[in-house]
């Protein structure tokens, strides 16, 4: 089966682009980027499967089954050199197995794609306002995390330590890259696009991420101070580290984590969804009349 490929829309962006691809198309990856981060693209992207916007309506088992264990192979070798007993179950080490997915998780968001409102209002066109459209991508969030719980039991090949490290790290990132998705496209259906660069925009949708809740994005001065520097690491950190222990007894029985986990990951994503949309919902839009602009830009003239 040939992997997903994004869709494209017959409706540009603010400065040309269907949506803001720093990734281009996720089934082709940057050059540069290792195989990790190019399965985290493909797996946030796949996102748009899960809210009806891609022709598929569901991810097939398989194909999720196979990004799942290429992401948990990719994560083996580091996460499991040098394993003792004792250490934590993120990692060898509680400090040096998270910053070691806090590199592959900040390396990988800059190249998640994100659509803009246009993109988005197209592919929902019976989206009456924001919240319907915010209803939507926020359930294909919630569908595509539990996904990830569901499947990331068949990377797991005996309940011990070692195999548990990579099947926990590979869930954490998993859904990591799908909520930092989900969170950028809410920004955006609310009205408060971030400027700046693809780094700083990415570092600061990391940022919410990391501390749960829409922080105001609007001014440019704000991305700097969020998505840089050793506190955005910090709070990955301890982010990535107190989801990890509390996914600790979903793995063991394997069979039983595999339902355990998809329960966990859909009710922490619904409510990470609900708490941005609060705060998102709680500010004006950066421009009047935005929802209404999106649909009258005009077409692109190669589609």
Do not use: C
């Amino acid at each position: 089966m040939r992997p997903f490929r994004q869709r494209n829309s017959t409706k540009p962006s603010i400065n040309g682009s269907s949506s803001d691809r720093t990734a281009g198309d996720a089934s082709t990856p940057a050059v540069g980027g290792d195989d990790s981060e190019d399965d985290l693209v493909r797996i946030a992207a796949e996102l748009e499967m899960w809210d009806g916007s891609a022709p598929a309506a569901v991810v097939p088992q398989g194909e999720r089954g196979r990004r799942m264990a290429s992401l948990a192979d990719s994560l083996k070798g580091t996460l499991t050199a040098g394993w003792t007993k004792g250490s934590s179950l993120v990692g060898s080490g509680t400090r040096s197995g998270a910053l070691h997915l806090v590199d592959r998780l900040v390396d990988a968001a800059p190249r998640i794609p994100v659509r803009d409102l246009a993109t988005l209002r197209a592919q929902h066109p019976d989206a009456r306002n924001a919240e319907d459209l915010a209803d939507s991508i926020a359930s294909g969030a919630v569908k595509a995390s539990a996904s990830v719980g569901a499947g990331v039991g068949a990377v797991a090949m005996l309940p011990v330590p070692p195999a548990m490290a990579v099947e926990i790290a590979t869930e954490l990132l998993a859904v990591a890259a799908v909520e930092v998705k989900m969170i950028a496209e809410l920004y955006q259906v609310y009205g408060q696009p971030p400027s700046g660069t693809a780094s700083q925009r990415a570092g600061a949708y990391l940022a919410v991420w990391s501390q749960r809740r829409g922080l105001d994005l609007s001014k440019p001065g704000s991305l700097v101070a969020l998505g840089t520097g050793a506190e955005l690491r910090r709070q990955l950190r301890k982010r990535l580290t107190r989801t990890g222990l509390r996914k600790l007894p979903s793995v063991a029985p394997l069979m039983v984590g595999a339902l355990a986990g998809a329960t966990l990951n859909r009710r922490d994503t619904a409510k990470l969804a609900l708490e941005i949309r609060k705060d998102l919902r709680g500010r004006p839009p950066v421009e009047s009349g935005y929802w209404e602009a999106a649909l009258a830009r005009p077409e692109d003239p190669k589609d």
